[in-house]
């Protein structure tokens, strides 16, 4: 079964998401942001979010998660909680 590890980061607005991504594109540090600007408990540990499989998370994470290229930066993505930027650390088919 696929498995994944991905870190986000949540925020409400997504003018706010977007700021953050042109903050990641200019070099700034993913987990501090999250550290810094997510509600969601995984922010405290640089919003990560640990290894899981497909069904595990929102559909709109899987979608992203289970699809996007290993170490970029995906988003915004809205969920019900808010919207979010998406990396995928790791994935195993």
């Given at each position: 079964m696929a498995k994944?590890?991905?870190?986000h980061i949540l925020?409400?607005?997504e003018?706010?998401?977007l700021n953050l991504?042109?903050?990641i594109e200019n070099g700034a540090d993913f987990g501090e942001l999250a550290r810094n600007h997510s509600p969601c408990p995984s922010g405290r540990n640089g919003g990560e979010?640990?290894?899981f499989g497909p069904g595990q998370m929102v559909p709109e994470f899987d979608q992203v998660v289970f699809s996007a290229d290993v170490g970029t930066v995906q988003g915004p993505v809205k969920t019900q909680f808010g919207?979010?930027?998406l990396e995928v650390t790791s994935r195993s088919d």
């Open positions: 994944a590890s991905a870190r925020v409400e607005d003018q706010n998401c991504k042109q903050d979010l640990g290894e919207y979010h930027l």
